[in-house]
């Protein structure tokens, strides 16, 4: 395999299994996503649609090669969002929003039966952790691993051509 070759898998893998992780949790474990669990899953859906393109166009290793830097950058942002969100959770500081949904409805009461029926998930808070370090933190350090090891491999296939 080479290293674009190598490069490409990283960037579709990463992202789909973080992505899928995160659905997982959501839709199989019950834990409800706060604003900024969000914010870190678009990146993601990026990063899989750009390394999907560089793996149709192949054949064109340039062009393959700039999609998956690209994935590499999006997977890097939401590491970087992750880390944030992490520091948010720690207490390091504060967060952006106040990780509030909008109410939807007509009346005062359709307003009311929407935002006590919504469940209650707070960005400072972790749902959970393992070791320590929240779903978040997680985020972060597996997306800049990744992100680093795609970039990684793509310097190896350019120094090799």
């Given at each position: ?97 106040a990780c509030s949904t909008m109410p939807m409805g007509n009346s005062a009461a359709d307003i009311l039966d ?48």
């Amino acid at each position: 395999m080479t290293p674009l070759s190598t490069a490409r898998l990283i960037a579709i893998l990463a992202p789909s299994a973080l992505l899928g992780g995160a659905l997982v949790s959501q839709y199989v474990g019950g834990l409800h996503p706060c604003e900024m669990c969000l914010w870190q899953r678009w990146p993601h859906l990026a990063a899989i649609v750009l390394a999907l393109l560089a793996i149709i166009l192949r054949g064109r290793a340039a062009t393959s090669a700039t999609l998956t830097a690209l994935a590499a950058l999006a997977i890097a942002i939401s590491g970087a969002i992750g880390a944030f969100h992490a520091g948010v959770e720690y207490g390091w500081w504060e967060g952006l929003t106040a990780c509030s949904t909008m109410p939807m409805g007509n009346s005062a009461a359709d307003i009311l039966d929407t935002i006590m029926a919504a469940p209650l998930t707070r960005c400072d808070v972790a749902p959970w952790s393992l070791f320590g370090i929240s779903l978040a933190g997680y985020n972060a350090l597996l997306s800049l691993a990744a992100a680093v090891a795609t970039l990684g491999m793509l310097s190896k296939a350019r120094r090799r051509a």
